[in-house]
C-alpha cells in the first residue's frame, strides 16, 4: 500500500516552454501532497504544500507564477513548470499524505527535467 | 522542527548490521524522529518513525535514548540494494501538516 506515483520519468524541453508534471496517490486518498525539487548532490528542498481543493502553499523564495500547482482531486496533483530555463533542470519529486501531512509521506519515484 | 546531526558516510559488510547513529539534542517533546532512505535517482523511501519508545518493523528497528537526544536506526541485516542516502529527521507532525526537512543525511555503502 501507499504507493505514489509520476509522470513521466523523464522530460527534455526546451527553453521557454512549460512542462506538466503529474503526481498520483495509487491506493490512498491524499489529503495533501508536497513538491520537492533536488539538485545533484543536493538534498531535497520542499518547494510547496498542496491541499486538496485549495491554493497551494509555497515556501520562501519559490515563485508561484512560474511552479503552478494544482490539486484538483484527492489523488492527484500536477507541477507546472512554465517558461522553463536552464536552471529549472532538476529532479522533481512529489509525496502525499493520508493523514495531512501529520504522519508519515510517501514519495514519489521522481521526475528528471532538463531544459535545453 | 529539530536540528539533526548524522554522521555523512558510514561503510558496512553485506549480512551484517548496520548501525546508523543520529544526534537531535533540541528535539522537543511532540516532535517525532523520522527515519527515511534515498537510493540514487530515486524518490525516498520512508523507513520508520519513533516517538519515545524503540519501535521495529519488517524494514528496521529504531532505537531512541531515554533522553531523545540521539536514535539509531538498525539494518539488521544488510544487502547490497541498501546502499543509499539514509535521513533522520525531527518532525512535527500530529498537530497540523509539517515540513519534512531534508539534511546532507549519511552515505551508506554496503559492500560484498
Known amino acids: 500500500g501507499a504507493v505514489v506515483s509520476q509522470h513521466p520519468s523523464r522530460v527534455i524541453c526546451k527553453s521557454g516552454t512549460s512542462v506538466k508534471i503529474e503526481c498520483r496517490s495509487l491506493?490512498?486518498?491524499?489529503?495533501?501532497m508536497f513538491w520537492y525539487r533536488q539538485f545533484p548532490k543536493q538534498s531535497l528542498m520542499l518547494m510547496a504544500t498542496?491541499?486538496?481543493?485549495?491554493?497551494?502553499?509555497?515556501e520562501q523564495g519559490v515563485e508561484k507564477d512560474k511552479f503552478l500547482i494544482n490539486h484538483a482531486s484527492l489523488t492527484l496533483s500536477t507541477l507546472t513548470v512554465t517558461s522553463a530555463h536552464p536552471e529549472d533542470s532538476s529532479f522533481y519529486i512529489c509525496?502525499?499524505?493520508?493523514?495531512?501531512?501529520?504522519?508519515?509521506?510517501?514519495f514519489g519515484p521522481g521526475t528528471r527535467l532538463t531544459v535545453t | 522542527d529539530a536540528k539533526t546531526t548524522q554522521p555523512p558516510s558510514m561503510d558496512c559488510a553485506e549480512g551484517r548490521a548496520a548501525n546508523l547513529p543520529c544526534n537531535h539534542s533540541?528535539?522537543?517533546?511532540?516532535?517525532?524522529v523520522y527515519w527515511y532512505r534515498q537510493i540514487h535517482s530515486q524518490g525516498p523511501q520512508y523507513i520508520i518513525h519513533?516517538?519515545?519508545n524503540n519501535e521495529t518493523n519488517e524494514m528496521a528497528s529504531l532505537i531512541i535514548t531515554e533522553d531523545r537526544k540521539s536514535s539509531t536506526l538498525i539494518l539488521p541485516h544488510a544487502t547490497l540494494r541498501d546502499t543509499a542516502v539514509y535521513y533522520c529527521?525531527?518532525?512535527?507532525?500530529?498537530?497540523?501538516?509539517?515540513?519534512?526537512?531534508f539534511g546532507q543525511g549519511t552515505i551508506l555503502t554496503v559492500h560484498p
Open positions: 509525496s502525499a499524505s493520508r493523514t495531512g501531512g501529520r504522519y508519515e509521506q510517501y
Open positions: 491506493d490512498f486518498q491524499a489529503t495533501t
Open positions: 498542496s491541499n486538496e481543493g485549495s491554493k497551494a502553499t509555497y
Open positions: 533540541t528535539i522537543s517533546g511532540n516532535e517525532y
Open positions: 519513533g516517538l519515545k
Open positions: 529527521i525531527g518532525y512535527a507532525g500530529g498537530t497540523s501538516y509539517g515540513k519534512l526537512t
